[in-house]
């Protein structure tokens, strides 16, 4: 069982920045992809970025050049690195994770709150 918690989230002006935090559970985390998931009110959740075990990454083309998703399996540890925030980024942010065989992400976090003001 893999267990996901979620940190970092806040209310963040237009421009700033927020750096969220995902710590895992588990003795396999480095072979794990993982993602950051978001939901937005009213809106369907979406997949903002993710990373492979062996650190390719890939992003939505709306967060492209501004956030950044990385791992340190060492903490067992999730980041994204988001940078020039707009309000469209408001959202909950969610940790997931799924085996490499799996096309599905079977674990996922609680969620934490963005909001980002204009």
């Known amino acids: 069982q893999v267990q996901l918690v979620e940190s970092g989230g806040g209310l963040v002006q237009a421009g700033g920045w927020l750096r969220l935090s995902c710590a895992a559970s588990g003795r396999t985390f480095s072979n794990y992809p993982m993602a950051w998931f978001r939901q937005a009110p009213g809106k369907e959740r979406e997949l903002v970025a993710a990373i492979s075990s062996g650190g390719s990454t890939y992003y939505t083309d709306s967060v492209k050049g501004r956030f950044t998703i990385s791992r340190d399996n060492a903490k067992k540890t999730l980041y994204l690195q988001m940078n020039s925030l707009i309000p469209e980024d408001t959202a909950v942010y969610y940790c997931?994770?799924?085996?490499?065989?799996?096309?599905?992400?079977?674990?996922w976090g609680q969620g934490t709150q963005v909001t980002v003001s204009s």
């Open positions: 997931a994770a799924r085996s490499r065989s799996s096309m599905k992400y079977d674990y």
